[in-house]
């Protein structure tokens, strides 16, 4: 038996980054594209933000990360996913990551990282791709 009913996303801003501006963004194109979005809001920790996900049963979890803490913030939502036997939560991002950083975050088991410039429309492409397909699908 499959899962149904639209994509479930949780957009959220971990640590101190105080910019939600993009993360905003975000979560209003999913939104617009069909998708169910859970916006934690601001200065969530990992902890919190694998909760939400775990309790709202969330297909993916988008990171915005603006603070340069991406390497510890990516990681701990990894493991706590791991731990919490929900490594079937998808954990995609965004902000300001230098490229040199994108490798070992998919190592780590990070999906896909966008960088600035990248489009509300390749972002909600992927989100469709990459994570399980609507019911509407």
């Known amino acids: 038996m499959g899962v149904t ?7 959220a801003k971990p640590g101190l980054d105080g910019h939600d501006r993009g993360a ?8 617009d594209a ?9 200065h969530q920790t990992p902890e919190q933000i694998v909760d939400t996900a775990i309790q709202e049963d969330a297909d993916a979890i988008g990171l915005s990360i603006l603070s340069g803490a991406h390497n510890t913030l ?3 939502v990894i493991e706590l996913l791991k ?6 939560i998808k954990v995609f991002g965004g902000g300001i990551i230098p490229e040199g950083d994108i490798p ?5 088991g990070v999906a896909e990282i966008f960088t600035p410039g990248a489009t509300t429309a390749s972002i909600v492409d992927w ?3 990459h994570v399980r397909q609507s019911a509407e699908a």
């Open 5 to 11: 009913g639209p994509i479930r996303v949780v957009v």
């Open 24 to 31: 905003k963004v975000i979560a209003r194109a999913l939104r």
């Open 34 to 42: 069909g998708m169910e979005v859970i916006y934690t809001g601001l």
């Open 74 to 76: 990516f990681a701990k």
């Open 83 to 88: 731990e919490r036997e929900a490594e079937d």
């Open 104 to 108: 070992p975050l998919k190592e780590l």
């Open 127 to 129: 989100v469709h791709a």
